[in-house]
């Protein structure tokens, strides 16, 4: 039965009945490579808003997924190892839940790549909620390269300014 309408296509696959993977595959593969870049970019969501309570879901939704498409680089070769680099997003994700404690979790974050041996310039992903930063820690620290060095921290205090304003502002002035 060809996909008549690809969007919803990870919300079914999280309701299906034990043993539907193979019929779901079949499914997608009939939709083609467009069925399938839609079902891989809604898991993609699922991947980065899910929060502590969903980690055994996620663990085993890739493993259904797994048994759903076993090769999706068959499909597409950018897509070979898909599962591997969303099992890692999700082992990653999971050590940070275990590292940071419920309670520490509120405020912005941050995310830093920098690799100290090398003139490329650091990375920064500044704004964070503690979710969207879980999920680029993850995302990035199963590709870290020797001497590469991933933080991801809690912003304390934030001072923020534009190019808008270019004299410090009432109290802030200072005479020197």
């Known amino acids: 039965m060809p996909i008549v309408k690809a969007d919803g296509l990870f919300a079914r696959f999280r309701n299906l009945e034990p ?55 068959r499909i597409s070769p950018a897509w070979a190892e898909i599962w591997d680099e969303f099992e890692a997003i999700v082992a990653f994700k999971k050590d940070v839940f275990n590292r940071i404690s419920p309670d520490s979790r509120d405020g912005e974050w941050q995310v830093l790549l920098d690799n100290p041996y090398t003139n490329n310039p650091i990375a920064v992903y500044p704004g964070l909620s503690f979710l969207e930063a879980t999920y680029l820690y993850a995302y990035f620290r199963s590709d870290l390269v020797p001497n590469e060095v991933i933080r991801m921290q809690r912003i304390q205090t934030v001072l923020s300014d534009s190019g808008r304003s270019p004299e410090p502002r009432g109290a802030e002035r200072r005479n020197g």
């Open 19 to 73: 043993g539907g993977e193979a019929a779901f595959g079949d499914e997608l593969r009939l939709g083609g490579f467009s069925a399938v870049r839609v079902f891989l970019e809604e898991f993609r969501a699922f991947l980065k808003e899910y929060d502590e309570p969903q980690q055994e879901e996620a663990e085993r939704l890739i493993g259904r997924a797994r048994a759903a498409l076993p090769e999706p680089g």
